[in-house]
């Protein structure tokens, strides 16, 4: 179980101090967890320090009741926080099956390798010798970046937008992808999202808005209230054209 | 020949054991071994120190051996090898030096090779440099590179220094006909004090002549690196260059590509960029699990491969 306590994350704008995270508290249990909410809000922020990737000015993290506030990036990868980019990073000469390999801790073979390209939905032979770098497309990158989460196979493993930068047709795929991860990955899956088909496998919904969590119970709860005054939002737009 | 020249020519020259096509094995200023083919002929120059290498008109899918080793402290090596390529042949050559100096006197080995690719052959010419040491001797190799490719011919060269070289001034110039190509791929790290330098010249003189010429490399610790590149158009052509270097410690890299268009329709372009490794990717592969200077190591194994 993860769970954090009284998180605060505080950064210095051009305005002067801004509180990106205010007092958030949760604790996340197994299963699929989608954290939502306005842009701006403070929910990559929030990742990045479930990831050790920004220190939060105070509060508490703890993974199965360890505090692991202090440790470094690498040594929350290795008690087992998986974490996959929104924007996947680009690497000149090192290819798809290193990248998969290194995800893995192992030399993992080429069957191996394609296993998890195949789930994400990308026809392994065509990618697994390709370098990870600017030639391959955005909803590529996508994919190979949520392949290297799963070959990591943790108790922990965060999607920070998966569905940002990728066209309509990867994103389909994509949802294929998540919702057959819901039936097999383990542990605590974290995405964060605005997809509203996302939102729908979820088993628990997260609104998190202004630094603060607004909202946070079952999907079935949630969801309605939510996508009711999303709809909303959309009359009144509609009404004034 | 002891293990440390075996060893040596299995990282130069991925050899082990005696090739199967022509090879000619220098070791310390003389000939340790040799063997040509019906094919490929290897014959010693008897004006100055060096090989001639004469492949036949037509001759497919040979591969040549011809690396150079140094073992000895204090040895200064030049020589000068030439490679006559006949029309239509296809051949691979593979050359490479690798010093083990064990002394505190400085050893080099400078090469001077000129390649004569005749019309519609095709070349691939692979070099490694490497060098190690157990004293404060120096390991110096300064490889010069001549290039005349005919009508239609091609050529393909990969340099590699990875290791151990104090100090190295690689010059390569090339000059093309008709429908002639050449590709360059250059890999270099330098570390500790060494210095590099590598200036590569091509003359697109022929009509649809085209030249790709591409280097990676890593400046560790104190190191620095020189890359030139010039490429003159001078016929309708196509020219590329390009260096990417990282960047790491205290080094120093500067790359000067030049091109000169002296003909309307020749089109050339040039790309240069220097810098440390990206801190996402370092974070990338550390929420994989690796320590930062793991992750490094990857990235720079990566960019060298």
């Not at chain 1, 990955?185 to 509203?196: F, K, M, P, T, Y």
Request: proline share 2%; hydrophobic share 40%.
């Amino acid at each position: 179980m993860l769970e954090l306590k009284n998180i605060c994350f505080e950064a210095e704008t051009e305005n002067g101090v801004k509180q990106i995270l205010k007092d958030v508290s949760l604790k996340i249990e197994d299963g699929f967890v989608v954290i939502t909410g306005p842009n701006g809000g403070g929910k990559s922020t929030l990742a990045k320090v479930i990831a050790g990737i920004i220190t939060p000015t105070s509060g508490r993290i703890l993974l199965d009741g360890e505090d692991i506030t202090n440790l470094s990036i690498t040594e929350r990868a290795r008690k087992g926080i998986s974490f996959a980019f929104q924007q996947p990073v680009r690497f000149k000469g090192i290819t798809v099956h290193d990248l998969i390999s290194l995800a893995s801790g192992k030399d993992i073979s080429v069957t191996d390798a394609c296993a998890y390209l195949s789930q994400v939905g990308l026809c392994a032979r065509d990618y697994i010798n390709r370098e990870v770098n600017a030639s391959l497309s955005g909803g590529e990158l996508k994919r190979i970046e949520i392949a290297t989460v799963l070959a990591r196979s943790t108790k922990v493993s965060l999607f920070d937008e998966p569905e940002a930068g990728i066209d309509l047709w990867s994103f389909n795929n994509l949802i294929k992808v998540f919702e057959k991860m819901h039936d097999t990955l383990g542990g605590s899956v974290i995405i964060i999202s605005h997809q509203e088909r996302i939102l729908n496998i979820a088993d628990k919904v997260i609104v998190i808005a202004n630094g603060s969590i607004k909202q946070e119970g079952e999907k079935e709860e949630i969801l309605p209230e939510l996508l009711g005054k999303a709809n909303v939002a959309c009359k009144v737009l509609t009404d004034n054209c | 020949m002891n293990n440390t020249e075996l060893e040596l020519l299995k990282i130069i020259a991925d050899m082990e054991g005696t090739p199967s096509g022509a090879f000619n094995i220098r070791a310390n200023g003389g000939l340790a071994d040799r063997k040509v083919t019906e094919n490929i002929d290897i014959r010693t120059k008897t004006d100055k120190p060096g090989i001639d290498i004469i492949v036949k008109p037509g001759t497919k899918g040979e591969k040549v051996h011809i690396p150079v080793i140094i073992s000895e402290t204090g040895l200064s090596d030049l020589v000068y090898n030439d490679f006559i390529i006949g029309e239509n042949a296809d051949v691979e050559i593979v050359a490479g030096c690798g010093i083990h100096n064990c002394g505190s006197e400085n050893s080099g080995h400078d090469g001077v090779h000129t390649f004569f690719i005749g019309k519609n052959a095709k070349v691939k010419y692979v070099e490694k440099h490497y060098g190690d040491s157990d004293g404060d001797g120096k390991n110096i190799m300064n490889p010069t590179t001549i290039v005349n490719i005919d009508d239609g011919g091609y050529m393909e060269m990969e340099t590699t220094q990875i290791k151990g070289i104090n100090s190295t001034k690689r010059v390569t110039k090339s000059r093309l006909s008709d429908n002639a190509t050449l590709i360059i791929h250059e890999k270099l790290m330098t570390h500790a004090d060494q210095y590099a330098e590598t200036d590569f010249t091509v003359d697109l003189d022929g009509e649809n002549s085209s030249a790709h010429v591409v280097s990676r490399s890593v400046a560790k610790d104190n190191s620095s690196q020189l890359f030139l590149s010039k490429i003159n158009g001078n016929n309708i052509c196509n020219g590329h260059t390009e260096c990417d270097a990282i960047i790491m410690d205290n080094a120093h890299v500067s790359a000067i590509p030049q091109i000169s268009a002296n003909h309307i329709d020749a089109s050339l372009i040039h790309e240069a960029a220097i810098g440390k490794i990206a801190g996402e990717q370092l974070v990338k592969l550390m929420t994989l699990g690796l320590s930062e200077k793991q992750a490094e190591e990857q990235i720079v194994n990566g960019f060298l491969k």
